[in-house]
């Protein structure tokens, strides 16, 4: 078992920033492929970014694309989410979890050990 805690969320105007982070206490993510999804209420969870352990491949969902950068310093153990021209359709509770392979990196079913999820709302 694998325990992620995410931080780093909060309430930003249209445009801003916030960068989120991703950590597991006492475990190493450096050989970790990690994913970061999100969920808006009423929605089901989507795919935001993902990034292979050694950090050379990245993923992005197309909504976040050229805003949203997904980094690892496996130096802290630490992934990161640096979201920026944030928009209201951006506000969710956004979760990183352990990519355990499979055909489909956007795919949640190929995800596992969630965090417990950071709230980003963003406003208008």
């Known amino acids: 078992q694998v325990q992620l805690v995410e931080s780093g969320g909060g309430l930003v105007q249209v445009g801003g920033s916030l960068r989120l982070s991703c950590a597991a206490p006492g475990r190493t993510l450096s050989r970790s492929d990690m994913g970061w999804f999100r969920q808006a209420p009423g929605k089901e969870r989507e795919f935001v970014a993902a990034i292979s352990g050694g950090g050379s491949l990245t993923y992005y969902a197309d909504s976040v694309k050229g805003r949203f950068t997904v980094s690892r310093d496996n130096a802290k153990n630490t992934v990161a989410l640096q979201m920026n021209s944030l928009i209201p359709e951006d506000t969710a509770v956004y979760y990183c979890?352990?990519?355990?392979?499979?055909?489909?990196?956007?795919?949640?079913?190929?995800?596992?050990?969630w965090g417990q999820g950071t709230q980003v709302t963003v406003s208008s």
């Open positions: 979890a352990v990519y355990g392979g499979g055909a489909s990196w956007y795919s949640m079913t190929n995800y596992r050990y």
